[in-house]
């Protein structure tokens, strides 16, 4: 909206013109929604308290780990609701919502976000730690992850023949052509990228924290793709509608920020499915609006782990009848080892900060 109100006194109000740069208009949906999460936030959390929407606490084998998190037992879970609102809310404020790529993004996120509220929803009806049934959550999620596919194969960010194609991290002029096939390959990345972060969402700031780092990733890579001279420098793909992607993850950041606030250690309130489905999916689509579809798995490495952990673990105990790990996803294996959720939390935090690192250096390095 103040960008079209920009365009449009322009000519009367000159200074108004800054709020027409992508990078300005980033900046001013970071710390609204920041702000809005901080006015908003304790009015989420009394209304969730008052409609008794508490976390339910799974009893799992390990019977120390539940003693651990038992006193986490009813506080306040579908706070995903406060980062969907205020991000939707800073978004129609900063962006220029004629940009079909952010239309996109927020679709994509919208969608998951009511995938993972009904999730919340009917666990919380069934009074039961589980909620959708794997096929129902699955299939949400693999419809978005398919509709995704079919717009950027159908209706390209890029000229042909790189719109089908991916590109390699660390090698130059080198992609992968993929087709028709590229319509599943994003399908995957959604379907993978949102249940990384949902695996992660296990130990207060945890999840949030990684993603906040994640999300601050491909909004750089976001900016650096929109811009020609840039793109020509570095050798990758341009993508001049991708600025608008960066007001989109200047939104997410600031929410992130302000959900945080609210859900460090001691958490006051839990993102539960309605949040982590839709940061995770949000990822996701950066990574293909960008074409920078495998640095995902360096951007989101800890989310990587998180969910490798649990497939180990499952493999193994089905086809071994053995377990590698303690408990899985791995920070709990940490947490029965004896370390203080806030020292699993913050190692973890560093681990993503270093592959948020390591996933920009892939840009210049080929």
Partial sequence: ????????????????????????????????????????????????????????????????????????????????ALILLVTVISVLLWA?????????????????????????????????????????????????GLMLGLYLFYFPVTDAPRHAAVEIPFLREIVIPLGILYVLFVMVIIVGSSNGVNLTDGLDGLAIGASIISILAYTAIAYVVSRADWSSYLFIVHVPEASELTVFGGALLGAGLGFLWFN?????????????????????????????????????????????????????????????????????HFELMGWSETKVVTRFWILALVFALMSLATLKLR
């Fill in 264 to 332: 460090s250690h001691p958490a006051e309130v839990f993102m539960g499915d309605t949040g982590s489905l839709a940061l995770g999916g949000t990822m996701g689509t950066m990574a293909c609006m960008t074409k920078q579809e495998l640095v995902l798995l360096l951007v989101g490495g800890l989310f990587v782990l998180e969910a490798a952990s649990v497939i180990l673990q499952v493999g193994s105990y089905k086809l071994r009848g053995k377990r590698i790990f303690r408990m899985a996803p791995i920070h709990h």
């Fill in 96 to 144: 220029r919502l004629s940009n079909r790529l952010l239309v996109a993004a927020m679709l994509v996120f919208v969608a998951l976000a009511a995938i993972g509220f009904v999730d919340d929803w009917l666990a919380l009806r069934k009074k039961h730690n589980t909620g959708l049934s794997a096929k129902g959550k699955f299939g949400g999620q693999i419809v978005v």
């Fill in 1 to 80: 909206m103040l960008h079209y109100l920009a365009v449009h006194f322009v000519s009367e109000v000159s200074s108004l013109n800054v709020l027409t740069y992508h990078t300005v208009r980033t900046g001013g949906a970071a710390v609204t929604a920041f702000l809005l999460s901080l006015i908003l936030g304790p009015f989420i959390i009394r209304s969730l308290r008052a409609l008794k929407i508490g976390q339910i606490i799974k009893r799992d084998h390990v019977e120390n780990l539940h003693a651990l998190h038992q006193g986490k037992a009813g506080t306040p879970t579908m706070g995903g």
